[in-house]
């Protein structure tokens, strides 16, 4: 089940999503691949020594040979796209993690082969490298790529994590909800005033940015920008027959099904003294946050171990209705 709360495949579940090593750990390797093949294509038109690096006025400022430039970008990409990768590809990380990880490591990866193959072009049958110019929308370009391929990648990952039934009911000094009334939802975050306000900020940066160097190539940044604030900012949270999940723009982020409740109690949530920060959060001893504010929580345990807590205004609805719906799933 892609994104939602299923069970494992097989009885120690699936070790690697086809998914996250196709995107995470095989477009990586093409992308360095591609840049080492166009090397060796073009190495009779390029010159001795080629430029990398420019300076803020637009001039060279760096050069080394062509096949030096090639295992160094062919490096950057495996160590930083490709390790990204390798978290999105493996089954026992949260989901989440893993889809913030390989949307990470598509944008990485087709900023640094994009820009790498626009400078490698621009210098093709050139005499001096220190005539050649940078094409700023290879930057944008590079980002455009690497966003949609990330997201196509990201929403195409499954929850494959081994699914541990609880063992017994919540303690029973924990409380209920009688009757049961299911869904329990809600969408926490900025609201939508604020959500309008920072957008528009966006947008409006965007904008006076492509004016001032006159080009539209800064747009692909503030629209990852944008999925950004997304991302860390607004949720939906839904507890039914099925379990908890946390959606964000549509997509699945945490899953866990009521079948692995052990508890779940009301407190007030800290973000920064206990997660260090807003949003999605990922910290040590299997705790995960979906944290937008200091208040009112429920947190969830499950029989794995992992811990799940959740920010919001109708935290003792939540907390009432999964010990119920934990306590259904230990007598089923």
């Given at each position: 089940m892609a994104g939602g709360v299923g069970t494992a495949d097989g009885p120690a579940g699936r070790r690697v999503d086809p998914a996250g090593a196709a995107f995470g750990l095989g477009f990586p390797v093409l992308a360095a691949a591609v840049t080492?093949?166009?090397?060796?294509?073009?190495?009779?038109?390029?010159?001795?020594?080629?430029?990398?690096?420019?300076?803020?006025?637009?001039?060279?400022?760096?050069?080394?040979?062509?096949?030096?430039?090639a295992w160094f970008i062919a490096a950057l990409i495996i160590v930083?796209?490709?390790?990204?990768?390798?978290?999105?590809?493996?089954?026992?990380?949260?989901?989440?993690?893993?889809?913030?990880?390989?949307?990470v490591a598509c944008l990485v990866t087709g900023l640094i082969a994009t820009v790498d193959i626009v400078l490698l072009a621009s210098q093709l049958d050139l005499d001096d490298p220190a005539d050649a110019r940078l094409s700023t929308w290879s930057?944008?370009?590079?980002?455009?790529?690497?966003?949609?391929?990330?997201?196509?990648?990201?929403?195409?990952?499954?929850?494959?994590?081994?699914?541990?039934p609880a063992t017994a009911p919540p303690p029973p000094e924990l409380p209920r909800a009688d009757p049961l009334v299911l869904p329990v939802a809600d969408t926490v975050g900025i609201g939508g005033r604020a959500a309008a306000g920072i957008y528009g900020f966006l947008a409006a940066v965007a904008v006076a940015t492509c004016v001032?160097?006159?080009?539209?190539?800064?747009v692909p940044l503030f629209i990852a920008g944008a999925l950004l604030v997304a991302v860390v900012s607004r949720f939906n949270?839904?507890?039914?027959?099925?379990?908890?999940?946390?959606?964000?723009?549509?997509?699945?982020?945490?899953?866990?099904?009521?079948?692995?409740f052990t508890e779940s109690r009301v407190h007030d949530v800290h973000p920064f003294a206990e997660f260090g920060g807003w949003g999605l959060r990922v910290r040590p001893r299997r705790r995960y946050g979906v944290v937008?504010?200091?208040?009112?929580?429920?947190?969830?345990?499950?029989?794995?171990?992992?811990?799940?807590?959740?920010?919001?205004?109708?935290?003792?609805e939540f907390a009432a209705a999964a010990n119920a719906l934990a306590d259904r799933a230990a007598r089923g």
């Open positions: 080492a093949a166009l090397t060796a294509v073009w190495a009779d038109r390029l010159p001795d020594r080629i430029a990398d690096h420019w300076s803020g006025s637009g001039a060279p400022d760096g050069f080394s040979s062509p096949w030096s430039n930083i796209g490709a390790g990204a990768g390798a978290v999105a590809a493996s089954t026992r990380a949260q989901l989440m993690l893993r889809r913030v990880m390989l949307a930057i944008g370009a590079g980002v455009l790529v690497g966003l949609v391929v990330g997201l196509v990648g990201a929403a195409l990952l499954g929850d494959h994590r081994p699914r541990i001032l160097v006159g080009s539209p190539w800064p949270v839904v507890l039914d027959d099925k379990g908890l999940r946390v959606l964000c723009l549509g997509v699945t982020m945490i899953g866990y099904g009521a079948d692995e937008t504010r200091r208040g009112p929580g429920f947190t969830v345990r499950a029989a794995s171990g992992d811990r799940i807590t959740v920010t919001t205004d109708r935290a003792n």
